[in-house]
């Protein structure tokens, strides 16, 4: 893509030692930055928060600078940037590249610990309870997921990720002006991983589910304008009428993740009182209902194009907008100048957002602090609803212990094709081959598989409960993961 130029005037593509650059002149001082395409969706339970050990590990060796320098782990990619002099700029991502090609593993137990003194999150809360909330294992189901303690990664998990993720074909280097060249700045060869899919759990929508200490609203989007515009609008609306109108909020939080290439969630979350929260949810379905039926007032639409032009052509933003067009190239989407994402915005229509709050009704998942029995805005109260039993398995069975306080009927299967444990009837567990994790505690086992279902057996109220557990570890095998008793 050498000399490849996507707009005379803004944005311009090279190499640089075989990593695709793009660049724009923006305003001093010089700022520059390798994008890689490693995030949180792309860990397993196994594996939770080796991207950002990673990350840590490659930030630990670099010297004291006067550069203003940090990275950043979120869901998608980790960012490695620079600001101040381009010569110390360019020198510093030399440095970088060096370390991911050296990393020191002698350091991943004093790293994972500072990992768990960070306590930091890739993306906001309320989009990874929503994420996991409403996907199976994997891809953004892995947002929010509770996996393997930081203490649990391994050399070989590191090594894997950094060999998988960190090559030249699944990064791009960004800057403020000719993308730096140096010798050093360069990554292995090797080809660009497929992105993990994510994929639907047995939640039925729309529903409303018990759980987030705040209102959250989540709905699935087609990656185009129309998808941050009706956010805004939904936004907005929501402060007109409960803040300024009724005073029960004073702020609306927005915050996406990836699904693909085409599809990704949007989700609203609030401030406000726990008994304040219903009003709040209602209100949003009543708004999104609105657009639905009626589309967007026009003086609310033009105010969204406004602020999106405003935005866009920001000087400030530039390197906002480089990172974007990183991740869309990263994607294999086509990337767009400030341009023409502003025409994007400029061509939505009321019937656009129309159908985008139509889909989002469909899709719809709220989420609040206290049960509703009742429903609310018509969206029924599934937090109680049974997962679906899973087949039955033909293997050992244990029984419950004669003197134990757990359900009389109790029982564990254990086969070669899966493990099925019964309780008041209900028959719950999974095939081993979608098994995604065993979290093994003092007392406990957390049996994990990829539709998001979890099963906790308690060996102690199970006769030879010992050898069921025995059991269970030697087919978990590498999946198996030490966790402390508040795991759970």
């Given at each position: 893509?050498?000399g490849r130029t ?9 190499t ?15 700022t ?6 490693a ?8 594996t939770?928060?080796?991207?950002h ?7 630990t ?6 550069l203003?320098v940090n990275?950043?782990v ?5 960012v ?8 110390e ?20 137990a004093?790293e ?13 809360p ?8 409403r ?5 953004a189901?892995?947002l929010?997921r509770?996996?393997?303690?930081h ?5 070989d ?9 960190y090559?030249?074909?699944?990064a791009v280097?960004?800057?403020?002006g000719?993308p ?13 991983p497929?992105?993990?899919?994510t994929?639907e759990?047995?939640l039925e ?10 209102p959250?609203?989540s ?9 941050p ?29 990836p699904?693909s ?6 989700v609203?979350?609030?401030d ?7 009003r709040?949810?209602?209100e ?16 609310d639409?033009?105010?969204q194009?406004?602020?999106a032009?405003?935005q866009m052509?920001?000087?400030r933003g530039a390197v ?7 991740f869309r190239?990263l ?5 767009l100048t400030t ?6 915005v ?9 159908q985008?709050?139509?889909r989002?009704?469909?899709t ?10 009742a ?6 109260d ?26 009389r ?6 086969g070669?094709?899966g ?6 009837g209900q028959r719950?567990?999974g ?16 049996v ?12 102690k109220?199970?006769?030879d409960g010992d ?12 999946l198996?993961?030490e ?6």
């Amino acid at each position: 893509m050498t000399g490849r130029t996507y707009s005379a005037f803004v944005l311009n593509s090279t190499t640089v030692n075989g990593i695709p650059a793009l660049w724009t002149e923006g305003p001093p001082p010089y700022t520059a930055a390798l994008v890689v395409r490693a995030g949180a969706q792309d860990e397993t339970v196994r594996t939770s928060g080796v991207g950002h050990l990673v990350e840590h590990l490659v930030m630990t060796g670099q010297p004291r600078t006067t550069l203003d320098v940090n990275a950043s782990v979120d869901d998608v990619v980790t960012v490695y940037h620079a600001t101040g002099a381009r010569d110390e700029v360019t020198e510093w991502l030399a440095r970088v590249c060096d370390a991911v090609q050296d990393l020191p593993l002698d350091r991943i137990a004093l790293e994972a610990k500072v990992l768990d003194a960070e306590d930091g999150d890739s993306v906001d809360p309320a989009v990874a309870w929503s994420a996991a909330a409403r996907f199976a294992v994997g891809g953004a189901g892995m947002l929010g997921r509770q996996g393997a303690p930081h203490r649990a990664l391994e050399r070989d998990h590191v090594v894997d990720f950094t060999r998988r993720h960190y090559t030249a074909t699944n990064a791009v280097i960004v800057a403020t002006g000719e993308p730096p060249q140096h010798p050093r700045i360069r990554l292995p060869e090797g080809p660009r991983p497929e992105p993990v899919p994510t994929e639907e759990s047995h939640l039925e929508l729309p529903a409303y589910l018990t759980g987030p200490p705040i209102p959250i609203v989540s709905w699935r989007v087609r990656r185009a304008a129309a998808a941050p515009v009706l956010a805004g609008l939904v936004s907005d609306l929501l402060i007109e009428a409960l803040r300024h109108g009724e005073g029960i909020l004073y702020d609306v939080g927005i915050g996406s993740t990836p699904l693909s290439a085409e599809e990704g969630l949007a989700v609203l979350w609030a401030d406000g009182s726990e008994e304040d929260q219903p009003r709040i949810l209602a209100e949003a379905v009543e708004v999104l209902r609105t657009l639905a039926r009626d589309g967007p007032r026009d003086a609310d639409l033009a105010h969204q194009k406004a602020l999106a032009r405003a935005q866009m052509s920001d000087p400030r933003g530039a390197v906002d907008h480089l990172l974007h067009c990183a991740f869309r190239l990263l994607q294999e989407r086509p990337v767009l100048t400030t341009e023409e994402e502003i025409t994007e915005v400029e061509a939505v229509t009321a019937d656009d957002v129309r159908q985008a709050a139509q889909r989002a009704l469909e899709t719809l998942l709220l989420a609040g602090s206290e049960p509703a029995p009742a429903g609310i805005g018509g969206i029924p109260d599934r937090s109680d609803d049974d997962d679906p039993e899973c087949p039955a398995f033909e293997g050992r069975t244990w029984k419950r212990k004669l003197l134990s306080t757990a359900p009389r009927d109790l029982r564990v299967v254990v086969g070669d094709d899966g493990l099925s444990q019964t309780v008041f009837g209900q028959r719950h567990g999974g095939r081993w081959a979608d098994l995604v994790g065993v979290a093994k505690g003092p007392d406990f086992r957390a049996v994990i598989f990829r539709d998001g279902g979890q099963l906790m057996v308690w060996p102690k109220s199970i006769g030879d409960g010992d050898g069921l557990a025995a059991d269970i570890d030697r087919r978990a095998g590498d999946l198996l993961f030490e966790v402390d008793e508040d795991w759970a």
